[in-house]
């Protein structure tokens, strides 16, 4: 099983960016698959997690309206849009999996992880 996220970056604040996390090594299209982030000192905190087909997702309130979390089952690939970040964004962000029906916001819950990719907001 492999989670290879990428797509981080250093960026000015009100920026965008898109992450990208490819999976492989297990049946993709099954899982329900989110991100999390960890700063400096934090613990790791749920941003998004998405169904498996695409039609359901979930966002913590501080990303609401700004993240968008969307999945490409052909390319067992889950994306991060980032929009709108601030420098309370800044984290390593990681890619993670899930085989359920819910949408669960904790990490404990999550089977498979990937390495992570940084993202660094400037003021």
């Known amino acids: 099983v492999q989670l290879q996220a990428s797509g981080g970056g250093l960026v000015q604040a009100g920026g965008s960016l898109r992450l990208s996390c490819a999976a492989s090594g297990f049946t993709f299209s099954r899982y329900v698959m989110g991100w999390f982030r960890q700063a400096p000192g934090k613990e790791r905190e749920f941003v998004a997690a998405?169904?498996?087909?695409?039609?359901?997702?979930a966002y913590a309130d501080s990303v609401k309206g700004r993240f968008t979390i969307s999945r490409d089952n052909a390319l067992n690939t889950v994306y991060l849009q980032l929009s709108s970040l601030k420098p309370e964004d800044t984290a390593l962000y990681y890619c993670?999996?899930?085989?359920?029906?819910?949408?669960?916001?904790?990490?404990?819950?999550?089977?498979?992880w990937g390495q992570g990719t940084q993202v660094t907001v400037s003021s």
């Open positions: 993670a999996a899930y085989v359920g029906l819910q949408l669960p916001p904790y990490p404990a819950e999550y089977d498979h």
């Open positions: 998405i169904n498996w087909s695409g039609h359901s997702t």
